[in-house]
């Protein structure tokens, strides 16, 4: 690819993926509220335009491989119950796809979440019928079907990707491997349910590298799961963070109610593997040993 969109490009994903464009000699406009966290991705291949009315944006026309369409407000528990911040999250999400198309961008990738399939207990064949609990994986399911439907009338290849659980240092949110990570190190013994679930964690750096090979490769029409195809109960994961810090640390799983409304977070991949040749490249413990690395960096700033 040549030239790429990226809406939300400051955002943790957004960051990496605009890193990943600018490592492949791909030019990105990345498209933002305000340009802060960008400022390491700065260089001649990353022109920022500084916009919140994506009617307005004013970028070069003709010339676009693929939008990426990443900005989505309201990511944290409290705002997912949100019903008029995810709503405009839809019609964000319209406008992005209006505006690649004004510009001439010949594929949309839209981003959308585990979050929609939340009743699952298995791994998702994202093809299944979406079953979200909260405004927020609504609102991400509603967008994939509009923007759908609006790439059909617009004669514009559309691919969905449904990331399952995204991990890596320096995301900005408290996960349950950022949680864990950080208390262990501060000497404290982090509290769990049971952990029963089966999940699959992408380490940031794959994540983005699926992403760029859905916009190369990708099959217009299609619903990508973007995972490592691994699954594991919780428990396995949050023990082997502990093991790699110090398998002394106690850990409080079970201390905490079990909170049924939390599911299984897996999806398959193999649709992604066949049509891209997607394989990942960090494992689980490559991608821990950063982050512990990372947080120990931070602790001595602190």
């Given at each position: 690819m040549?030239?790429?969109v990226?809406?939300?490009?400051?955002?943790?994903?957004?960051?990496?993926?605009?890193?990943?464009?600018?490592?492949?000699?791909?030019e990105?406009?990345?498209?933002?509220?305000?340009?802060?966290?960008?400022?390491d991705?700065?260089?001649?291949?990353?022109?920022?335009?500084?916009t919140?009315d994506?009617?307005?944006?004013?970028?070069?026309?003709?010339?676009?491989d693929?939008c990426?369409?990443?900005?989505?407000?309201?990511?944290d528990?409290?705002?997912?119950?949100?019903?008029?911040?995810?709503?405009?999250?839809i019609?964000?999400?319209?406008?992005?796809?209006?505006?690649?198309?004004?510009?001439?961008?010949?594929?949309?990738?839209?981003?959308?979440?585990?979050?929609?399939?939340?009743?699952?207990?298995?791994?998702i064949?994202?093809?299944?019928?979406?079953?979200?609990?909260?405004?927020?994986?609504?609102?991400?399911?509603?967008?994939r079907?509009?923007?759908?439907?609006?790439?059909?009338?617009?004669?514009?290849?559309?691919?969905?990707a449904?990331?399952?659980?995204?991990?890596?240092?320096g995301?900005?949110?408290?996960?349950?491997?950022?949680?864990?990570?950080?208390?262990?190190?501060?000497?404290?013994?982090?509290?769990?349910?049971p952990?029963?679930?089966?999940?699959?964690?992408?380490?940031?750096?794959d994540?983005?590298?699926?992403?760029?090979?859905?916009?190369?490769?990708?099959?217009?029409?299609?619903?990508?799961?973007?995972?490592?195809?691994?699954?594991?109960?919780?428990?396995?994961?949050?023990?082997?963070?502990?093991?790699?810090?110090d398998?002394?640390?106690?850990?409080?799983?079970?201390?905490?109610?079990?909170?049924r409304?939390?599911?299984?977070s897996?999806?398959?991949?193999?649709?992604?593997?066949?049509d891209?040749?997607?394989?990942?490249?960090?494992s689980?413990?490559?991608?821990?040993?950063?982050?512990?690395?990372?947080?120990?960096?931070?602790?001595?700033?602190?």
């Amino acid at each position: 690819m040549e030239r790429v969109v990226i809406t939300g490009a400051n955002g943790f994903i957004g960051r990496h993926l605009v890193r990943e464009m600018a490592r492949q000699g791909t030019e990105v406009t990345a498209v933002v509220r305000n340009k802060k966290g960008l400022d390491d991705c700065a260089d001649g291949r990353v022109v920022i335009v500084e916009t919140a009315d994506y009617e307005r944006a004013d970028l070069r026309r003709g010339g676009y491989d693929v939008c990426y369409h990443l900005a989505w407000g309201g990511v944290d528990a409290r705002q997912k119950k949100d019903l008029s911040l995810q709503m405009h999250n839809i019609s964000l999400a319209v406008s992005a796809m209006q505006m690649a198309k004004r510009c001439g961008c010949k594929k949309f990738v839209g981003v959308g979440s585990i979050a929609e399939y939340r009743l699952y207990d298995h791994p998702i064949n994202c093809s299944e019928e979406q079953t979200p609990l909260d405004f927020y994986g609504a609102a991400k399911a509603a967008s994939r079907h509009m923007l759908d439907v609006l790439a059909r009338q617009m004669e514009m290849p559309f691919i969905w990707a449904v990331l399952s659980s995204v991990y890596g240092e320096g995301s900005g949110d408290n996960n349950i491997i950022v949680y864990t990570v950080k208390e262990l190190l501060a000497g404290r013994k982090p509290r769990f349910g049971p952990l029963t679930q089966m999940w699959d964690f992408l380490y940031i750096t794959d994540v983005v590298r699926a992403l760029r090979m859905l916009g190369e490769k990708a099959v217009g029409g299609r619903t990508y799961g973007i995972g490592s195809g691994r699954y594991a109960p919780l428990r396995e994961y949050v023990t082997k963070v502990r093991d790699m810090i110090d398998p002394k640390l106690e850990l409080g799983i079970g201390e905490l109610s079990d909170h049924r409304s939390v599911f299984s977070s897996c999806v398959e991949t193999y649709d992604l593997k066949r049509d891209t040749g997607f394989c990942p490249e960090v494992s689980f413990e490559d991608g821990i040993r950063k982050m512990i690395d990372f947080y120990k960096t931070v602790g001595k700033r602190q």
